[in-house]
C-alpha cells in the first residue's frame, strides 16, 4: 500500500468509527438535528483533546503525521477495541505503545511510601484520569474517594453524583458528615 492510499484508508477508518457511535454514548448531549450519523468531527477533537481542523486533516486523507500520543487520544475517544486500536496504530505509520488502561494505574509503592508517611495530614494521590490511586487513612478521604465505576474518574462522579457536587451542602456539613 503506498502513502496516499494509507492515508485514504485511515480516513476512512476514522469515519466510520465516528459514525458508529453517537452522542450518548460518550456522554454528550444529542442536540438538535444531525445532518450524518454519529458524533461530528469537532466532537471528536474534543474527546481526544486535539485540534478540530487537525482531526479534520486526518479524515481528509492530508499528509499529517499524528503522534502516538494523538492516536491513544484518537482510540480512546472513539472507544476502539485493541484490534482496531492496532489497526490505527498500523495505518498511522505508528509503532503500537504498550497498552495501559486506567483500570491498571496503580500507585508505586514509593508514592505509597510517601503517603502513609504523611498520616494523620490528608492526602491522596490520583491517576491520570483522576482516579482515586492510594491515600492516607482519614475518614474524610475514603468518603470523598468511594469505589468508582472502573470507566468513569474522580471528576465524572463527581459532577455526576447529587451527593458530591460542589454546593450540594454547605462545606461545614460534608465534613462533619465524612467524619
Known amino acids: 500500500m503506498d502513502e496516499r492510499e494509507r492515508r485514504q484508508t485511515l480516513a476512512d477508518f476514522l469515519r466510520t468509527r465516528r459514525a458508529r457511535l453517537s452522542p450518548a454514548d460518550v456522554g454528550l448531549p444529542s442536540g438538535m438535528r444531525r445532518r450524518t450519523p454519529g458524533l ?14 487537525w482531526y479534520v486533516w486526518l479524515e481528509q486523507g492530508r499528509d499529517v503525521h499524528p503522534s502516538p500520543q494523538v492516536l491513544e487520544s484518537l482510540a480512546q475517544a472513539l472507544r476502539l477495541t485493541l484490534n482496531e486500536r492496532r ?13 495501559a488502561s486506567p483500570s ?6 514509593a508514592l505509597q511510601q510517601v503517603l ?13 484520569r483522576w482516579d482515586y490511586l ?6 474524610m478521604l475514603s468518603s470523598l474517594f468511594r469505589k468508582h465505576r472502573p470507566d468513569t474518574g474522580a471528576t465524572w462522579s463527581g459532577v455526576s453524583s447529587p451527593a458530591r457536587r460542589c454546593g450540594s451542602a454547605p462545606i461545614g ?5 465524612a467524619r
Open 40 to 53: 461530528r468531527r469537532e466532537e471528536v477533537a474534543e474527546l481526544a483533546n486535539i485540534g478540530t481542523s
Open 87 to 99: 489497526h490505527l496504530f498500523l495505518l498511522a505509520g505508528q509503532p503500537l505503545p504498550p497498552h
Open 104 to 109: 491498571e494505574e496503580s500507585a508505586s509503592p
Open 116 to 128: 502513609d508517611d504523611l498520616n494523620p495530614t490528608p492526602a491522596y494521590a490520583v491517576g491520570r
Open 134 to 139: 492510594h491515600g492516607t487513612k482519614q475518614p
Open 173 to 177: 456539613n460534608r465534613l462533619r458528615a
